[in-house]
Nanobody, 123 residues
Framework: QVQLVESGGGSVQAGGSLRLSCAAS????????MGWFRQAPGKEREAVAT????????WYADSVKGRFTFSKDSAKNILYLQMNSLIPEDTAMYYC????????????????WGQGTQVTVSS
């Protein structure tokens, strides 16, 4: 089992920045797929950035490329999502996810989820 707890959300104006954190605990040594997803009201959950620890490859959604950066502190078991140049369309609940295998960009490929942290970007 893996437990995930997100933090760092908030309200910012367009053009601002936020850094989300996800503290992982439990059997983290067995998780090789991890990522950040978001879900806006009335919309389907979508992948923002996903990471395959086997290949050390990070995938980004086109909508966030060049603005968001995924990183991790393996010693502390913390994932980060640095979000710069935020736009109102980034407003959503952001979730951290993990799985024993790499689930790609499909949310169905991840077993473990945090409770989410709200990001609101005003124009």
């Amino acid at each position: 089992q893996v437990q995930l707890v997100e933090s760092g959300g908030g309200s910012v104006q367009a053009g601002g920045s936020l850094r989300l954190s996800c503290a992982a605990s439990g059997s983290t040594d067995r998780t090789h797929g991890m990522g950040w997803f978001r879900q806006a009201p009335g919309k389907e959950r979508e992948a923002v950035a996903t990471h395959n620890s086997f290949s050390d490859y990070t995938w980004y959604a086109d909508s966030v490329k060049g603005r968001f950066t995924f990183s991790k502190d393996s010693a502390k078991n913390i994932l980060y999502l640095q979000m710069n140049s935020l736009i109102p369309e980034d407003t959503a609940m952001y979730y951290c996810a993990a799985d024993e295998s790499f689930g790609g960009s499909l949310w169905q490929g991840y077993k473990y989820w945090g409770q989410g942290t709200q990001v609101t970007v005003s124009s």
